[in-house]
């Protein structure tokens, strides 16, 4: 179901006389204005609904599509204890992903109408999982700065005016936050460990770090959704303002680990009274979006590949389900005959 | 490198603790390898679940008997007292469901039996028949779907079940000091699971449930040829650093 026309606003009769776009427009104005949410029975503009299907499936994509990259180690663990909490790790991305195709649905798609756009490359995922896991490391390095960025994206995203996607936010940063304390444990053990194991942490972060800044999206001033979805409260502060912070909380994390982070440009500024970094090479980011990262055809095709590997499974799911819904209508008639 | 203590010079209840806590490890591993492919999301959550219980179940049994990642990363083939039917590789969907399904009613059995032994081992069965018992529902809601669903899934299916079948007298085989008789449950097993394939629309298989040669010695430490690739991805990188602390 994609059609929108079905949605008016809510605790009206149905024999009262349509409401004019005006009077719908207005009551969405006032609630966004007053921080009340907007629900899925509320009236809200295309527009607003369009953008919230975008963010939200293309976060749920990324969920799915970011278990690749880390259960590319369950099975190379290198202790039982890392083992479970990777595969813990992994089965919360599902569980994110979950909740993200539900509240989605909540907007009147599909799931399987979304994971056809995955699909079809016409929604998109987070560029992020387009770089490869080469090493143990590089767990962890994902737990401390992907995730850190992802929760310093989504702690806002818990006050935004859509409600399901704001409570499906509330949770998942909880969940997000045990995975980022967990990669950094990971690279201190390694930081601490042997040379190598040293080596093999600062090179995860020395890789991780720039397509880490790249997640918060363009520069202000090239971000082409920003403006609107401020003023719809769907975003609370601006890529830069949300970059500037996440910088400003990893240099001081850096130090405890022991690990270099890969700016010379890095340095504190005292006026702003926090870190100035280097410039981003958004050239690598606009290849990467186009397509051209290491992994974007890699994660697609093992996507679609788990999906039509699946399909019988799906089928045979249908048809037993629909087997059975047969029997129970003939067990409802014979007890009436 | 520490050695680790053989199975051998083992009190017949360790030895028999560690030979549960490998089959347990061994599936986790094996289940491990579904996550993010399975034929939907709700499957992704649900195997890697079922693999978390596992390893835990894994991590207590093994320490009782030794340092758990010497025993998981450190030990060769032949040391480990697995039965084959957990080391086999992941096949499709059918073969994942159908080795669940035996493995599960198996393991419930096992654990439901050894809670009741009172011996050293039953606050951990007692515990862990919890979790199983989620395992078998799940082996079984599968099964009646694939077995019941379309003529493709009740093929492959099918396939499955037979299949598996001869790795499945092993399950059986008596296990010194665990204080439960095995081959006694044998019987209530196959009941079990007939009564599930009955209800799946699927024949229970009629060829031997083990063989003269390979199926059916992983408690006498003899495996399959997957085996040592499962052991050498499970194991390259902490044997890649001796000694090191993760």
Known sequence: MTTTAEHTAPGRAASAPPPDQGELQAAFDDAVAADTRIEPRDWMPDAYRATLVRQMAQHAHSEIIGMQPEANWITRAPSLRRKAILMAKVQDEAGHGLYLYSATETLGVSRDDLLDKLHAGRQRYSSIFNYPTLTWADVGAIGWLVDGAAITNQVPLCRCSYGPYARAMVRICKEESFHQRQGYELLLALSRGTPEQHAMAQDAVNRWWWPSLMMFGPADGESAHSAQSMAWKIKRHSNDELRQRFVDICVPQAEVLGLTLPDPDLRWNESRGSYDHGAIDWSEFQEVLRGNGPCNEQRLDRRRTAHENGTWVREAAAAYAAKHAADQDNAHEEARA | ?246
Request: glycine letters at 10%; zero cysteines; charged letters at 25%.
């Open chain 2, 1 to 246: 490198m520490t050695p680790v203590t053989a199975a051998e010079s083992l009190t017949p209840e360790l030895a028999a603790a560690r030979a549960l806590g490998d089959d347990a490890l061994v599936l986790a591993q094996r289940l491990g390898e579904w996550a993010g492919d399975a034929p939907v999301l709700e499957e992704d959550v649900a195997l890697t679940n079922i693999a978390l219980d596992l390893l835990g179940q894994a991590r207590t049994l093994l320490s009782l008997t030794g340092d758990e990642d010497e025993l998981a990363f450190l030990r060769e083939e032949h040391e480990f007292r697995n039965v084959q039917l957990a080391e086999l590789p992941i096949g499709d969907f059918a073969d994942t469901t159908a080795r669940q399904l035996y493995f599960s009613v198996y393991q419930e059995l096992l654990y439901a039996a050894l809670a009741d032994t009172g011996g050293a081992l039953a606050p951990l069965a007692a515990k862990a028949v919890v979790e199983v018992a989620y395992h078998r529902d799940h082996a079984e809601q599968w099964t009646l779907r694939l077995g019941d669903g379309t003529e493709e899934s009740h093929r492959r299916m099918q396939r499955a079940v037979d299949g598996l079948w001869r790795y499945t007298g092993e399950l059986f085989e008596p296990l010194d000091g665990l204080g439960v008789d095995l081959p006694g449950l044998h019987p209530v097993w196959r009941e079990r699971v007939a009564d599930v394939l009955g209800r799946a629309t699927l024949t229970v298989p009629g060829g031997p449930d083990r063989t003269p040669w390979a199926a059916g010695a992983g408690r006498q430490g003899v495996h399959t040829e997957a085996f040592g690739r499962l052991l050498a991805e499970m194991q390259y990188l902490h044997r890649a650093h001796p000694g090191a602390s993760w």
